[in-house]
């Protein structure tokens, strides 16, 4: 499904915000609304090129969320996840943030892989949240950290305009199968907004 973005948002009589600000979060919005019409928990939040941050749009997906009334938890990216926690010490600390979503920090247990933090992760909230989204930046997710893709989760790509190339895809391609890609989100690094989404 295509959610196409204009340079400059629809027009709205008494808002004072530019007009990028609001078509970036109409962008989002109608991610989420297309988000929170599909019966999944969870959702991978995936970089293309997965050197690229997601750190703000990560957020801006949770605070639209948030928006149209679904109770979200945003799990932090890899680097800011804890390390060399005990087993005494909570394996997850929630945050609430300002906009309406939480913060889920993980845990990370000396020689546990990704993925088993993940489902950790995923356990210990899933009756907590209506839909969790996982920021999976800062994993090798091809790579070492494959394990990250843990079995039935969907993911939304972020491509990032410019800078990623098709070979980039091809790979993506041939390690999910395409009924698991739940949407494409196309972010203009330059900008820190997304060009558009499908």
Known sequence: MLFPMREKGPSTDASTQPHDEVSARQAYLAVAHHLAQLDRPASGLWPVPTDMGLEGPARQLAAALAAIGVKVGLVAPRALWRTDV???EPPLSISPA???????????????????????????????????LLDLSGLDILGL?????????????????????????????RRLPPERILGVVLVDMAEGEPAGLA
Request: glycine fraction near 8%; hydrophobic fraction near 45%.
């Open 86 to 88: 005990s087993p005494s």
């Open 98 to 132: 300002d906009d309406g979503f939480d913060v889920l920090t993980p845990g990370w247990l000396s020689g546990a892989d990704a993925g088993a933090v993940i489902e950790r992760t995923l356990a210990l909230v899933r009756d907590r949240y209506t839909r969790v």
């Open 145 to 173: 950290d494959q394990s990250a893709i843990v079995p039935g989760l969907d993911v939304v790509l972020f491509v990032a305009a410019g800078r990623t190339n098709e070979f980039a895809l091809a790979r993506m391609r």
